[in-house]
Structure formats: C-alpha cells, structure tokens
C-alpha cells in the first residue's frame, strides 16, 4: 500500500472499541506517509512552510475543507509562514488508519 493508495480510501468514523494500531501495523503504515512524524506511537504531526501567512492560511483552508469531508478533524496550528497539523483518533487516544487516510490525503494537498 502506498501514500496514493492511502489518500484513495475514506476515513471511517471509530466509534471507540477499535484497537490502536502499534508495533509492526503502526509501522507499515507510517511508511505510507514518511513525512509524518509518529509521535509517541499516539499522533501524527506534519510541518508545512510557506513564504507568508496568506498562504498558510489558504492551506489551512484547504486542510479543514479535506477533513470535513472525511469527518476525521485534525488539530491545525497556523503561524507566520508555517501550519502544524496533528492528527490521531480521539476515541481511542491513539492511532487508526483513519488517521493515516487524513494524513495522506492532506500530503497530497
């Protein structure tokens, strides 16, 4: 499975009581998005820059316009020139392939 093949799925709503993906399965799909960082084996964090504050806020945008329509809502910090997304399943306090879906699909913004 690649980043490609990730972005072409759809978040699927959890409704708790789905396990956290760790070990070997966090694995395989962290290297479907290299660009995330798995963060304490619970969230996804992305960086992105830009040259100015318009057009991480268009991003930002953007971002919020993908997530709404996956129903999977990341944690979007803009600052001058940069926009941090987090994302990770708050139902289970951890990490779902929903998570890797979101981060693929905004990779491809």
């Given at each position: 499975?690649?980043?490609?093949?990730?972005?072409?799925?759809?978040?699927?709503?959890?409704?708790?009581?789905?396990?956290?993906?760790?070990?070997?399965?966090?694995?395989?799909?962290?290297?479907?998005?290299?660009?995330?960082?798995?963060?304490?084996?619970?969230?996804?964090?992305?960086?992105?820059?830009?040259?100015?504050?318009?057009?991480?806020?268009a991003f930002t945008n953007n971002v919020g316009e993908v997530a709404e329509a996956?129903?999977?809502?990341?944690?979007?910090?803009?600052?001058?020139?940069?926009v941090t997304v987090t994302i990770w399943t708050h139902k289970i306090d951890g990490?779902?392939?929903?998570?890797?879906?979101?981060?693929?699909?905004?990779?491809?913004?």
């Amino acid at each position: 499975m690649s980043e490609t093949d990730l972005a072409s799925k759809h978040c699927v709503p959890c409704s708790g009581g789905v396990p956290k993906l760790w070990g070997l399965q966090l694995e395989h799909y962290a290297k479907q998005v290299p660009e995330w960082k798995v963060d304490s084996e619970h969230h996804l964090e992305r960086t992105f820059k830009f040259p100015d504050f318009k057009s991480a806020l268009a991003f930002t945008n953007n971002v919020g316009e993908v997530a709404e329509a996956e129903g999977h809502h990341p944690d979007i910090a803009l600052s001058w020139g940069k926009v941090t997304v987090t994302i990770w399943t708050h139902k289970i306090d951890g990490l779902s392939e929903a998570d890797f879906v979101l981060a693929a699909k905004i990779s491809r913004l």
